[in-house]
């Protein structure tokens, strides 16, 4: 799995030409492993092969699996990438804008998002109400949406009156002629994104993108890590974490401004001296 020969992903351009990405070599050892769990069950070997990982906490000693697991961070557009997204979402149709929008202010995961009622939504407040049975942590919780997409979201339901009538229900459907009327799955959503990303020649765009940038940006907006991770639906502030991403940018402006306030309280002590005389 790490040496056999791989295609060529334009969304993974920096990628090696070989090996199956990290991620799917630790799924393809877990169904190993769980297989050879089940004989060694039944009494058919002896031990395990397809060994696990194991943490330091508790005073154990750590032992690593048979493949190191690696975690990457999600990547994140700049603000130069961001535009060209946002101008490559200008020409797509009323319902794609929304839920661009929509992705981003309330940093919902894909499955969130095409799931969305047309009662899920307090637009005097605007607050959008993620009911349990459709998130991941199977938790209720309310994020919210901006000016942008309250307008949008309005001109949305009249253009849906005007092509479905009245009707309650899963807010986005599909226009064509297929399934005309049908509620939108995930994979539509999907397909959007990626003629997004081609229109806007950002390959690397994903329907997690908006997620990761809107929690992203509320760090940077100075919010604590337990309200990012309410406001994403996690449970382990672990999982927040891998989320957050300043930029080395960012991160070399606090620097210089940290340094500057701890060279000035130097220089301020050191001024004793010249004081003597």
Excluded at 25 to 32: D, I, T
Excluded at 63 to 84: D, K, S
Aim: net charge positive.
């Amino acid at each position: 799995m790490l040496d056999r020969p791989r295609q060529r992903s334009a969304k993974a351009p920096l990628h090696p030409e070989t090996g199956l990405a990290n991620a799917t070599v630790q799924q393809r050892l877990v169904a190993v492993r769980s297989f050879y769990e089940y004989l060694v069950e039944d009494g058919l070997r002896e031990r395990n092969p397809v060994r696990r990982g194991q943490s330091s906490r508790r005073g154990r000693r750590p032992r690593q699996g048979l493949v190191r697991r690696l975690e990457q961070a999600p990547w994140i557009p700049n603000e130069n990438v961001w535009q060209r997204v946002l101008v490559a979402c200008a020409t797509e149709p009323l319902r794609n804008r929304l839920m661009v929008a929509l992705a981003y202010d309330g940093a919902l995961r894909r499955e969130e998002l095409v799931q969305l009622a047309v009662g899920d939504f307090e637009h005097v407040h605007r607050l959008i109400h993620l009911r349990a049975e459709t998130t991941k942590s199977q938790r209720a919780r309310k994020v919210a949406f901006g000016v942008t997409s309250s307008e949008l979201f309005v001109a949305y339901l009249n253009e849906r009156r005007g092509m479905f009538g009245r009707i309650d229900g899963p807010l986005f459907r599909s226009a064509s002629n297929r399934n005309y009327g049908k509620p939108l799955g995930p994979s539509t959503w999907s397909k959007t994104v990626e003629g997004i990303a081609h229109s806007a020649g950002v390959a690397r765009l994903s329907t997690h993108t908006f997620r990761h940038l809107r929690l992203t940006d509320l760090a940077r907006a100075d919010w604590t890590i337990d309200q990012i991770a309410q406001y994403a639906g996690h449970r382990d502030l672990a999982t927040t974490m891998r989320y957050i991403h300043l930029s080395g940018r960012e991160l070399a402006a606090r620097l210089h401004r940290a340094s500057a306030s701890i060279q000035q309280d130097r220089e301020n002590l050191l001024a004793a001296l010249a004081a003597v005389r």
